[in-house]
């Protein structure tokens, strides 16, 4: 099993990274912030005026060391590619299952997504007593689970997605404590941008996710733009998209719930713009990354494969089951259960 390394998550403005012997640095100005072993980090993410070296750039890609960029409000820009790994006949398989066996392999992505929803909606009833309209999205959710085996083609599987997703999140208000009501609301899905608190931390966490799944898809060898859920797009890693279904609800959400109603995050910590845009101040970004950080060092079983595993590793390990099932050695990919 691949072992896990730290994610540098940097988000402090105007600092500079640079590689210094066998150390990765970071600097703001002329004062040294962090220096760490570049053996121990797996991926460096840098949020808004974040300058990085050429040698670290050269070091990242040679090593294997994810290297992404975005926006200081967490909008993914661009990551460092550094030489493929795996083999040309894994991405032609790839290329192959994407054209013939979308609906498959779409259908067990789509089933685990309302399956960890439903599971986020399940967690409330029990921790907090019934309430009709959250029992109501279960059992809906429930028959969307039901149905998505029978269907024949991708257009009602996607269709199905959108509607279990619609009724999630028509619910997601019921999630937050009413002590904490006062200063977060959430009305409903909305991103590009974000406006409201709790849609701009769910963003942001969408947004680095997926970058790990991209890098855990190259890893492997695959290919992270041809997917089989998403629509090949142009400039979007349609696979890590497929893949980040699996995970938004029992990763990002309940993370997201968990900083909300422990008021580890107030409203305070949000700005609203003139264009009604809401955006995280550094201290949140910072608190939720933390978070997620060590969220990612917790262990669990993992469903299919009976062992303990990181959290931080489950999309390595996701993405290792997609590849054994392209090669043939599974018969049919295991999508991540959440529990």
Partial sequence: MKKLQNSLYITRQ???????????????????LLQVPAHSVGALYCFGQVMVSPPLMGYCGESGIGLAFFSERGRFLGRLQGRQSGNVFLRKAQYQASEKSALEIGKLIVAAKIQSSRSVLRRRLRNH???QEVKKAVKHLGSCLRNVESFDSLDQVRGTEGDAAATYFRVFNYLILPEVQDEFTF?????????????AMLSFLYAVIGQDISSALQGVGLDPQVGFLHADRPGRDSLAQDLLEEFRAYLADRLVLSLINRKQI?????????????????????????????RKQEEISHPFLKEKVPIGLLPHVQAMLLARHLRGDLECYPPFLAR
Avoid: C, W
């Fill in 14 to 32: 105007e600092t500079y990274v640079h590689k210094e012997r066998e150390t990765i640095v970071i600097k703001q100005g002329k004062e040294k």
């Fill in 129 to 131: 007593g019934p309430e």
């Fill in 187 to 199: 009305e409903g899905r909305n991103r590009r941008p974000p406006r409201d608190p709790v849609n």
């Fill in 266 to 294: 107030k409203d305070k910590d949000f700005i609203l713009e003139a264009s009604g845009a809401v955006r995280m101040k550094d201290d949140a970004r910072k608190t939720l990354l933390t978070s997620l950080q060590e």
